[in-house]
Nanobody
Framework: QVQLVESGGGLVQHGGSLNLSCAFSGSVFSLYTMGWYRQPPEHPRELVATITAGGRTNYVDSVKGRFIISRDDAKTTIYLQMNSLTPEDTAVYFC??????????WGQGTQVAVSS
């Protein structure tokens, strides 16, 4: 069973930076496309960024140029470097792993709060 453990969330000021981590275990990391989603207060969960096993990345328009997703296959960990944070980035951030339609997993989430 895949386990995803996020870390790195917290409170930061407008314009600050945070680096989220997600540790993957329980399966073959290289089979999975990994990603970050977020759920702002009273809003549905939304995609932030994804990275394939081959390293191809995709970002939602609102974070392009500010966030960077990366993966370390040796450590079976992904990261989300978040820069120039704004209050609109306040959300619970979830790590996501998907290999097939039935092999899809979520982390428990880490809170990011950006003060104005």
């Amino acid at each position: 069973q895949v386990q995803l453990v996020e870390s790195g969330g917290g409170l930061v000021q407008h314009g600050g930076s945070l680096n989220l981590s997600c540790a993957f275990s329980g399966s073959v990391f290289s089979l999975y496309t990994m990603g970050w989603y977020r759920q702002p207060p009273e809003h549905p969960r939304e995609l932030v960024a994804t990275i394939t096993a081959g390293g191809r990345t995709n970002y939602v328009d609102s974070v392009k140029g500010r966030f960077i997703i990366s993966r370390d296959d040796a450590k079976t960990t992904i990261y989300l470097q978040m820069n120039s944070l704004t209050p609109e980035d306040t959300a619970v951030y979830f790590c996501h792993a998907k290999a097939t339609a039935v092999h899809e997993f979520w982390g428990q989430g880490t809170q990011v709060a950006v003060s104005s």
